[in-house]
Protein backbone atom coordinates (compact mmCIF):
# COMPACT_ATOMS: atom_id res chain seq x y z
CA UNK A 1 0.00 0.00 0.00
CA UNK A 2 2.97 2.61 0.92
CA UNK A 3 4.65 1.86 -2.35
CA UNK A 4 1.28 2.01 -4.53
CA UNK A 5 0.96 5.46 -2.12
CA UNK A 6 4.33 6.75 -3.69
CA UNK A 7 3.74 5.60 -6.84
CA UNK A 8 0.40 7.74 -7.01
CA UNK A 9 2.14 10.70 -5.16
CA UNK A 10 4.84 10.63 -7.98
CA UNK A 11 2.08 10.32 -10.43
CA UNK A 12 0.78 13.41 -8.99
CA UNK A 13 3.64 15.46 -8.74
CA UNK A 14 4.32 14.83 -12.60
CA UNK A 15 1.02 15.84 -13.71
CA UNK A 16 1.25 19.21 -11.48
CA UNK A 17 4.65 20.13 -13.02
CA UNK A 18 3.22 19.08 -16.43
CA UNK A 19 0.55 21.68 -16.07
CA UNK A 20 2.61 24.51 -14.54
CA UNK A 21 4.77 23.70 -17.46
CA UNK A 22 1.83 24.10 -20.06
CA UNK A 23 1.19 27.15 -18.30
CA UNK A 24 4.50 28.69 -18.46
CA UNK A 25 4.63 27.73 -22.24
CA UNK A 26 0.77 29.66 -22.73
CA UNK A 27 2.78 32.54 -20.89
CA UNK A 28 5.83 32.57 -23.37
CA UNK A 29 3.56 32.24 -26.49
CA UNK A 30 1.14 34.69 -25.46
CA UNK A 31 4.29 36.81 -24.69
CA UNK A 32 5.57 36.70 -28.10
CA UNK A 33 2.14 37.00 -29.98
CA UNK A 34 1.45 40.08 -27.73
CA UNK A 35 5.24 41.55 -28.59
CA UNK A 36 5.16 40.57 -32.49
CA UNK A 37 1.47 42.26 -32.71
CA UNK A 38 2.65 45.23 -31.19
CA UNK A 39 5.88 45.23 -33.26
CA UNK A 40 4.22 44.81 -36.93
CA UNK A 41 1.56 46.89 -36.84
CA UNK A 42 3.83 49.77 -35.61
CA UNK A 43 6.45 49.08 -37.89
CA UNK A 44 4.53 49.60 -41.32
CA UNK A 45 3.81 53.47 -39.88
CA UNK A 46 7.53 54.20 -38.98
CA UNK A 47 8.47 52.78 -42.43
CA UNK A 48 5.85 55.53 -44.32
CA UNK A 49 7.04 58.18 -41.21
CA UNK A 50 10.28 57.80 -41.69
CA UNK A 51 10.19 58.05 -45.64
CA UNK A 52 8.15 61.08 -45.21
CA UNK A 53 10.66 62.33 -43.01
CA UNK A 54 13.14 61.81 -45.57
CA UNK A 55 10.94 63.98 -47.97
CA UNK A 56 10.18 66.11 -46.00
CA UNK A 57 13.96 67.08 -44.97
CA UNK A 58 15.07 67.29 -47.89
CA UNK A 59 11.89 68.86 -50.14
CA UNK A 60 10.25 70.78 -47.43
CA UNK A 61 11.58 74.72 -47.70
CA UNK A 62 12.41 76.10 -44.30
CA UNK A 63 10.69 79.54 -45.45
CA UNK A 64 7.67 77.43 -46.11
CA UNK A 65 7.23 76.81 -42.88
CA UNK A 66 7.69 80.72 -41.71
CA UNK A 67 4.96 81.35 -44.16
CA UNK A 68 2.18 78.59 -43.62
CA UNK A 69 2.73 79.18 -39.33
CA UNK A 70 1.23 82.73 -37.80
CA UNK A 71 3.86 85.06 -36.35
CA UNK A 72 1.64 84.52 -32.99
CA UNK A 73 3.01 81.72 -31.17
CA UNK A 74 -0.74 80.89 -29.70
CA UNK A 75 -2.08 80.88 -32.95
CA UNK A 76 0.66 78.92 -33.95
CA UNK A 77 0.04 76.47 -31.54
CA UNK A 78 -3.44 76.13 -32.29
CA UNK A 79 -2.64 75.54 -36.15
CA UNK A 80 -0.36 73.08 -35.36
CA UNK A 81 -2.27 70.99 -33.26
CA UNK A 82 -4.28 70.68 -36.94
CA UNK A 83 -1.20 70.07 -38.94
CA UNK A 84 -2.63 65.47 -38.47
CA UNK A 85 -5.31 66.91 -41.28
CA UNK A 86 -1.93 67.64 -43.68
CA UNK A 87 -0.01 65.22 -42.60
CA UNK A 88 -1.79 62.27 -41.44
CA UNK A 89 0.38 59.54 -39.36
CA UNK A 90 -0.22 57.14 -36.78
CA UNK A 91 1.95 58.11 -33.17
CA UNK A 92 4.72 55.72 -34.25
CA UNK A 93 4.88 57.02 -37.76
CA UNK A 94 4.69 60.76 -36.03
CA UNK A 95 7.79 60.73 -34.23
CA UNK A 96 10.33 60.71 -37.04
CA UNK A 97 8.12 63.40 -38.88
CA UNK A 98 7.77 65.38 -35.90
CA UNK A 99 11.83 65.29 -35.88
CA UNK A 100 12.50 66.35 -38.92
CA UNK A 101 10.24 68.90 -38.49
CA UNK A 102 12.17 70.44 -35.02
CA UNK A 103 15.43 70.17 -37.49
CA UNK A 104 13.36 72.66 -40.23
CA UNK A 105 12.84 75.24 -37.56
CA UNK A 106 9.47 74.48 -36.53
CA UNK A 107 8.85 75.59 -33.04
CA UNK A 108 8.68 73.33 -30.43
CA UNK A 109 5.49 74.25 -28.81
CA UNK A 110 3.96 73.24 -32.25
CA UNK A 111 5.77 70.24 -32.82
CA UNK A 112 4.09 68.81 -29.50
CA UNK A 113 0.99 70.09 -30.48
CA UNK A 114 1.23 68.57 -33.66
CA UNK A 115 2.47 65.08 -31.88
CA UNK A 116 -0.31 65.13 -29.41
CA UNK A 117 -2.71 66.01 -31.50
CA UNK A 118 -1.98 64.69 -35.14
CA UNK A 119 -2.67 60.72 -34.11
CA UNK A 120 -6.26 61.46 -33.65
CA UNK A 121 -6.99 64.24 -35.71
CA UNK A 122 -6.51 62.96 -39.06
CA UNK A 123 -8.68 61.84 -41.62
CA UNK A 124 -8.47 57.86 -40.81
CA UNK A 125 -8.60 57.62 -37.43
CA UNK A 126 -11.91 59.79 -37.34
CA UNK A 127 -13.24 57.52 -39.70
CA UNK A 128 -12.43 54.28 -38.03
CA UNK A 129 -13.60 55.72 -34.52
CA UNK A 130 -16.99 57.00 -36.57
CA UNK A 131 -17.04 53.04 -37.57
CA UNK A 132 -16.22 50.96 -34.31
CA UNK A 133 -19.23 53.51 -32.50
CA UNK A 134 -21.87 53.52 -35.04
CA UNK A 135 -24.78 52.08 -33.29
CA UNK A 136 -23.29 52.01 -30.23
CA UNK A 137 -26.52 54.28 -29.22
CA UNK A 138 -28.70 51.26 -29.58
CA UNK A 139 -26.41 49.03 -27.15
CA UNK A 140 -28.25 47.37 -24.17
CA UNK A 141 -27.26 46.23 -20.58
CA UNK A 142 -29.19 43.98 -18.83
CA UNK A 143 -32.07 44.40 -21.48
CA UNK A 144 -32.02 48.13 -20.73
CA UNK A 145 -30.57 50.85 -23.04
CA UNK A 146 -27.23 51.28 -21.94
CA UNK A 147 -26.72 55.10 -22.67
CA UNK A 148 -23.64 55.04 -25.09
CA UNK A 149 -21.79 57.76 -27.30
CA UNK A 150 -22.77 56.85 -31.08
CA UNK A 151 -20.41 57.35 -33.99
CA UNK A 152 -20.67 61.23 -34.22
CA UNK A 153 -20.97 61.75 -30.71
CA UNK A 154 -17.09 59.89 -30.07
CA UNK A 155 -15.64 61.04 -32.99
CA UNK A 156 -16.26 64.86 -31.95
CA UNK A 157 -15.83 64.00 -28.13
CA UNK A 158 -12.46 62.42 -28.88
CA UNK A 159 -11.18 65.42 -31.79
CA UNK A 160 -12.25 67.51 -29.30
CA UNK A 161 -10.70 66.07 -26.13
CA UNK A 162 -7.87 66.03 -28.23
CA UNK A 163 -7.39 68.82 -29.01
CA UNK A 164 -7.81 71.12 -25.89
CA UNK A 165 -5.29 68.61 -24.46
CA UNK A 166 -2.35 68.94 -26.93
CA UNK A 167 -2.95 72.99 -26.83
CA UNK A 168 -3.10 73.06 -23.54
CA UNK A 169 0.07 70.92 -23.32
CA UNK A 170 1.86 72.90 -25.84
CA UNK A 171 1.42 76.16 -23.64
CA UNK A 172 3.14 74.46 -21.06
CA UNK A 173 6.07 73.55 -23.50
CA UNK A 174 6.20 76.76 -24.79
CA UNK A 175 6.84 78.41 -21.32
CA UNK A 176 9.40 76.01 -20.56
CA UNK A 177 11.32 76.12 -23.93
CA UNK A 178 11.84 79.80 -23.01
CA UNK A 179 13.35 79.68 -19.73
CA UNK A 180 15.48 76.42 -21.44
CA UNK A 181 15.89 76.81 -25.06
CA UNK A 182 16.83 73.97 -27.42
CA UNK A 183 18.48 72.29 -23.88
CA UNK A 184 15.03 70.24 -23.78
CA UNK A 185 15.66 68.34 -26.76
CA UNK A 186 18.36 65.71 -28.06
CA UNK A 187 21.32 66.37 -30.43
CA UNK A 188 19.56 64.98 -33.19
CA UNK A 189 16.33 67.29 -32.68
CA UNK A 190 17.95 70.37 -32.61
CA UNK A 191 18.10 72.68 -35.02
CA UNK A 192 21.53 73.52 -36.57
CA UNK A 193 21.09 77.10 -35.64
CA UNK A 194 19.16 78.39 -32.50
CA UNK A 195 16.34 79.76 -33.01
CA UNK A 196 16.33 82.64 -30.36
CA UNK A 197 12.98 81.75 -29.12
CA UNK A 198 11.07 83.16 -32.36
CA UNK A 199 8.78 81.69 -34.98
CA UNK A 200 11.91 82.02 -37.79
CA UNK A 201 13.38 79.45 -39.18
CA UNK A 202 16.87 77.88 -38.97
CA UNK A 203 18.53 77.94 -42.06
CA UNK A 204 21.03 74.64 -42.87
CA UNK A 205 24.20 74.15 -41.46
CA UNK A 206 25.46 72.57 -44.71
CA UNK A 207 24.33 74.68 -48.14
CA UNK A 208 23.57 72.85 -51.11
CA UNK A 209 22.29 73.89 -54.36
CA UNK A 210 19.40 71.64 -54.92
CA UNK A 211 18.35 72.90 -57.96
CA UNK A 212 21.49 71.28 -59.44
CA UNK A 213 21.12 68.11 -57.92
CA UNK A 214 20.06 64.84 -60.10
CA UNK A 215 16.72 63.38 -59.20
CA UNK A 216 18.82 60.44 -58.29
CA UNK A 217 21.09 62.34 -56.24
CA UNK A 218 17.60 63.41 -53.81
CA UNK A 219 16.47 59.89 -53.98
CA UNK A 220 19.99 58.77 -52.46
CA UNK A 221 19.93 61.78 -49.69
CA UNK A 222 15.99 60.87 -48.88
CA UNK A 223 16.80 57.22 -48.79
CA UNK A 224 19.98 57.72 -46.52
CA UNK A 225 17.58 60.21 -44.33
CA UNK A 226 14.88 57.97 -44.14
CA UNK A 227 17.02 54.68 -43.23
CA UNK A 228 18.83 56.72 -40.56
CA UNK A 229 15.26 57.40 -38.76
CA UNK A 230 13.64 53.98 -39.75
CA UNK A 231 16.53 52.17 -37.46
CA UNK A 232 16.97 55.11 -34.92
CA UNK A 233 13.37 54.91 -34.06
CA UNK A 234 12.91 50.60 -34.54
CA UNK A 235 15.36 50.03 -31.61
CA UNK A 236 13.16 51.88 -28.64
CA UNK A 237 10.29 50.30 -30.82
CA UNK A 238 11.12 47.32 -30.18
CA UNK A 239 12.23 47.88 -26.32
CA UNK A 240 8.68 49.70 -25.46
CA UNK A 241 6.83 46.90 -27.55
CA UNK A 242 9.03 44.24 -25.10
CA UNK A 243 7.61 46.17 -21.86
CA UNK A 244 4.16 46.36 -23.24
CA UNK A 245 3.98 42.58 -23.99
CA UNK A 246 5.29 41.53 -20.28
CA UNK A 247 2.88 43.80 -18.86
CA UNK A 248 -0.25 42.69 -21.12
CA UNK A 249 0.15 39.23 -20.28
CA UNK A 250 -1.21 39.45 -16.91
CA UNK A 251 -4.03 41.52 -17.86
CA UNK A 252 -7.24 40.44 -19.23
CA UNK A 253 -10.32 41.98 -21.26
CA UNK A 254 -12.89 40.32 -18.27
CA UNK A 255 -10.79 41.76 -15.01
CA UNK A 256 -10.60 45.33 -16.51
CA UNK A 257 -14.53 45.16 -17.06
CA UNK A 258 -15.19 43.62 -13.76
CA UNK A 259 -12.98 46.21 -11.97
CA UNK A 260 -14.14 49.33 -13.64
CA UNK A 261 -18.06 48.74 -12.93
CA UNK A 262 -18.12 49.75 -9.75
CA UNK A 263 -17.02 53.51 -10.08
CA UNK A 264 -16.48 55.96 -12.90
CA UNK A 265 -13.14 57.05 -11.43
CA UNK A 266 -12.05 53.47 -10.71
CA UNK A 267 -13.23 52.53 -14.35
CA UNK A 268 -10.93 56.10 -15.98
CA UNK A 269 -8.11 55.04 -14.62
CA UNK A 270 -7.71 51.84 -15.10
CA UNK A 271 -9.18 52.41 -19.24
CA UNK A 272 -6.31 55.04 -18.66
CA UNK A 273 -3.70 52.94 -17.70
CA UNK A 274 -4.82 50.07 -19.79
CA UNK A 275 -4.18 52.49 -23.03
CA UNK A 276 -0.74 53.02 -21.81
CA UNK A 277 -0.39 49.17 -21.52
CA UNK A 278 -1.38 47.96 -24.30
CA UNK A 279 0.30 50.31 -26.81
CA UNK A 280 -2.25 50.39 -29.78
CA UNK A 281 -2.16 52.14 -33.08
CA UNK A 282 -4.55 55.17 -33.39
CA UNK A 283 -6.19 53.75 -36.37
CA UNK A 284 -7.49 50.02 -34.65
CA UNK A 285 -7.79 51.62 -30.62
CA UNK A 286 -11.32 52.63 -30.82
CA UNK A 287 -12.61 49.15 -32.14
CA UNK A 288 -10.37 47.83 -28.61
CA UNK A 289 -12.63 50.67 -26.68
CA UNK A 290 -15.77 49.61 -28.61
CA UNK A 291 -15.84 46.53 -27.27
CA UNK A 292 -16.16 47.30 -23.88
CA UNK A 293 -19.46 47.62 -24.13
CA UNK A 294 -20.36 48.05 -20.52
CA UNK A 295 -18.15 50.97 -19.59
CA UNK A 296 -19.43 54.73 -19.23
CA UNK A 297 -18.79 56.67 -22.47
CA UNK A 298 -16.41 58.84 -20.30
CA UNK A 299 -13.77 55.90 -19.61
CA UNK A 300 -13.89 54.72 -23.40
CA UNK A 301 -13.06 58.38 -24.26
CA UNK A 302 -10.15 58.92 -21.67
CA UNK A 303 -8.48 55.60 -23.47
CA UNK A 304 -9.02 56.83 -26.91
CA UNK A 305 -7.31 60.14 -26.30
CA UNK A 306 -4.29 59.40 -23.93
CA UNK A 307 -3.10 56.25 -25.54
CA UNK A 308 -1.82 58.02 -28.66
CA UNK A 309 -0.01 60.90 -26.79
CA UNK A 310 1.19 58.16 -24.52
CA UNK A 311 2.12 54.65 -23.96
CA UNK A 312 5.03 52.61 -22.95
CA UNK A 313 6.32 52.45 -26.81
CA UNK A 314 5.90 56.35 -27.35
CA UNK A 315 7.46 56.63 -24.50
CA UNK A 316 10.98 55.15 -25.40
CA UNK A 317 10.23 56.67 -28.77
CA UNK A 318 9.85 60.07 -27.26
CA UNK A 319 13.57 59.57 -25.68
CA UNK A 320 15.07 59.63 -28.79
CA UNK A 321 13.35 63.25 -29.30
CA UNK A 322 13.00 64.69 -25.97
CA UNK A 323 15.09 65.02 -22.84
CA UNK A 324 13.61 63.70 -19.53
CA UNK A 325 12.74 67.55 -18.32
CA UNK A 326 10.34 68.00 -21.17
CA UNK A 327 9.17 64.37 -21.42
CA UNK A 328 7.80 64.00 -18.60
CA UNK A 329 6.35 67.61 -18.40
CA UNK A 330 4.47 66.54 -21.42
CA UNK A 331 3.46 63.19 -19.59
CA UNK A 332 2.34 65.04 -16.37
CA UNK A 333 0.49 67.50 -18.01
CA UNK A 334 -1.11 65.39 -20.50
CA UNK A 335 -2.36 62.63 -17.80
CA UNK A 336 -3.94 65.23 -15.43
CA UNK A 337 -5.46 66.76 -18.68
CA UNK A 338 -6.87 64.02 -19.67
CA UNK A 339 -8.48 62.73 -16.01
CA UNK A 340 -9.78 66.56 -15.58
CA UNK A 341 -11.47 66.97 -19.26
CA UNK A 342 -12.73 62.92 -18.93
CA UNK A 343 -14.27 63.80 -15.81
CA UNK A 344 -16.08 66.77 -16.85
CA UNK A 345 -17.73 64.97 -19.91
CA UNK A 346 -18.70 62.01 -17.65
CA UNK A 347 -20.52 65.08 -15.41
CA UNK A 348 -22.08 66.47 -18.70
CA UNK A 349 -22.75 63.03 -20.34
CA UNK A 350 -24.85 61.63 -17.44
CA UNK A 351 -26.63 64.90 -17.09
CA UNK A 352 -27.49 66.01 -20.62
CA UNK A 353 -26.70 62.92 -22.78
CA UNK A 354 -29.95 61.59 -22.31
CA UNK A 355 -31.99 64.51 -22.78
CA UNK A 356 -30.15 65.46 -26.38
CA UNK A 357 -28.89 62.28 -27.82
CA UNK A 358 -32.18 59.86 -26.50
CA UNK A 359 -34.65 62.15 -26.23
CA UNK A 360 -37.48 59.66 -26.74
CA UNK A 361 -36.56 57.66 -23.74
CA UNK A 362 -37.54 59.03 -20.41
CA UNK A 363 -34.51 60.41 -18.54
CA UNK A 364 -35.50 58.95 -15.25
CA UNK A 365 -34.63 55.36 -17.01
CA UNK A 366 -30.67 56.66 -17.28
CA UNK A 367 -30.34 57.44 -13.70
CA UNK A 368 -31.52 53.05 -12.85
CA UNK A 369 -28.28 51.58 -14.25
Known amino acids: MVGAGSQLNFFTDGINEAVD ?4 LDKIKDFLLIFTSIFYEALPFIVIGSLLAGLLEEL ?3 KLIARLLPRNRFFAILIGALLGLIFPMCECG ?3 VMRRLLRKGLPLSCCVAYLLAGPIINPLVLLSTYVAFDGMENATENGTLAFQMGGLAMVLTRTGMAYLVAVGTSLIVDRLHQKHGDELLMPLAKPPVKSKLSLDVVEDDVTVNKGSMTWFARASRISETALHDFIDITVFLTIGALLAAFTRIWLTHD ?3 ELSRSHIILAVLLMMALSVVLCLCSEADAFVAASFVTLRPAAKAGFLVLGPMFDLKLY ?3 TRVF ?3 LIWTIIISVVIQ ?3 YTMILHGL ?3 LGPKFFFPKIDPITSTSR
Open 316 to 318: MMY
Open 338 to 340: VFL
Open 21 to 24: SSQA
Open 323 to 325: KPK
Open 255 to 257: AIS
Open 349 to 351: WEN
Open 60 to 62: LPQ
Open 94 to 96: IIP
